[in-house]
């Protein structure tokens, strides 16, 4: 149905698959290039070696990372329920249990916190739980490798292509309206 303004409503179910669909679909079509990306990146001593059609952890940081931004955005009872029902789409898709699949996302998200803290940026800490999941330390040239820590210029590259893959709430609601 749409409004008087022109916003069609959708109701919170249909905003979860959306959602879920949407993240799915662009972790499908880019994760290639983001491997490609980072295995051609000159910060690296020697290339990483990621494989292209291991794009589950990366699709788990960008679930962990925009499920943090609904709250932002929705009125409280609504973000929960939006959560929800993203969670048990991504749990059937993984073919998991909603609560195991939740404990998986919550695992990601304390991963994420702890290696971004004490910032409470969301951009950068998926960056960084990037460069843990896949092991990228290894391949860094020996300064950076023994602190542990990516290569400041690695990471400002990998904020740059994580900013493509958080979900754009304000354009969204743009075209639609949740209806109650």
């Known amino acids: 149905m749409i409004t008087l303004f022109g916003r069609k409503k959708l109701t919170e179910n249909t905003i979860a698959n959306i959602f879920v669909n949407s993240l799915v679909d662009l972790v499908d079509k880019g994760f290639e290039d983001v ?3 980072i295995r051609t990146d000159p910060s690296f001593e020697r290339q990483p070696q990621i494989d292209p059609n291991n794009s589950d ?6 679930v962990a990372g925009n499920i943090s931004y609904i709250p932002k955005h929705f009125n409280s009872g609504q973000d929960r329920r939006i959560i929800e029902l993203s969670m048990e789409k991504l749990a059937n898709m993984y073919d998991m249990e909603k609560l195991e699949f939740a404990a998986l996302v919550k695992e990601y998200k304390t ?10 940026n969301t951009l950068y800490a998926m960056s960084k739980a990037v460069f843990s999941k896949y092991k990228l330390n290894e391949y860094q040239e020996e300064y950076f490798r023994e602190l542990n820590t990516p290569n400041p210029i690695f990471l400002k590259k990998m904020n740059e292509i994580m900013e493509h893959f958080i979900w754009n709430w304000e354009a969204f609601f743009d075209k639609y309206k949740v209806s109650s």
């Open 57 to 62: 952890p990366f699709l788990l940081i960008l």
């Open 35 to 37: 491997a490609e990306l």
């Open 111 to 120: 991963l994420m916190s702890r290696l971004n803290h004490p910032s409470k």
